[in-house]
């Protein structure tokens, strides 16, 4: 069975500054997404940003990127110019690309981010 | 843009009561998803749907099921409702080539 694990519970960025949010996964799959969710306070779960396990180059949007190493089964967020906006709990998942059960996505426990002004 | 909306933000219930969740998407997605969602723990797959009428165990189904008469709405039904039971339930539905999209979340409390 697949796991995601993301071992920090909470991590803290100063407005303007760099955050890595960490998640390693565990899969016997060669072909699959990973995903970095957002849930602020409103509740509603916002895609962040997808990487695709068969593409190398590492995904990017805007101010969110990820550093993706598929031998190491490591799938950073890096969140450049933090914003107060940007305070959430993040959630690394996973999800199969195809075949039996490919519909479901596997979370990691989360990582609360707060943002000091 | 795709909305999922869930039927309540918060709801109050007692031990034992049969609990209706609902969840209405507006895309034609095929497939359906029930999550529950509790500190320190993430959130974990109670059940799915990827027709109508068509629906899998996912990895925390005991004490629920669900119902899809029609594509667009996914129910979760808790039998008996019990403490244990309190949490965050989420909704979600995608299609082939897109990501899940959410609902906002019923917080449930059993009392």
């Known amino acids: 069975a697949q796991t995601v694990t993301q071992s920090q519970p909470e991590m803290s960025v100063q407005e303007a500054e760099t955050v890595t949010l960490s998640c390693t996964y565990d899969t016997s799959e060669s072909d699959y997404y990973l995903f970095w969710y957002k849930q602020p306070p409103s509740r509603q779960m916002i895609l962040v940003i997808r990487q695709e396990a068969y593409k190398q180059q590492n995904a990017t949007e805007n101010r969110f990127s990820v550093n993706f190493q598929k031998a190491a089964k490591s799938f950073s967020l890096k969140i450049s110019d933090s914003q107060l906006g940007d305070a959430a709990m993040y959630f690394c998942a996973y999800r199969r690309r195809s075949g039996g059960s490919n519909y479901k996505l596997t979370f990691g426990k989360g990582t609360l981010l707060t943002v000091n002004p | 843009d795709v909305k999922v909306t869930q039927s309540s933000r918060y709801l109050v219930k007692r031990t034992g009561e049969k609990v209706f969740l609902e969840c209405v998407q507006d895309?034609?997605?095929?497939?359906m998803f029930w999550y529950r969602q509790d500190p320190g723990l993430g959130l974990r797959l109670i059940y799915f749907s990827y027709d109508v009428k068509m629906k899998e165990k996912g990895d925390i189904p005991e004490g629920y099921s669900v119902s899809r008469e029609k594509k667009e709405r996914f129910s979760l039904i808790l039998e008996s409702a019990s403490t244990n039971q309190t949490s965050m339930y989420l909704c979600?539905?995608?299609?082939?080539?897109?990501?899940?999209?959410f609902g906002q979340g019923t917080r449930l409390t059993v009392v």
């Open positions: 895309m034609d997605h095929e497939n």
């Open positions: 979600a539905s995608r299609t082939q080539g897109t990501e899940a999209f």
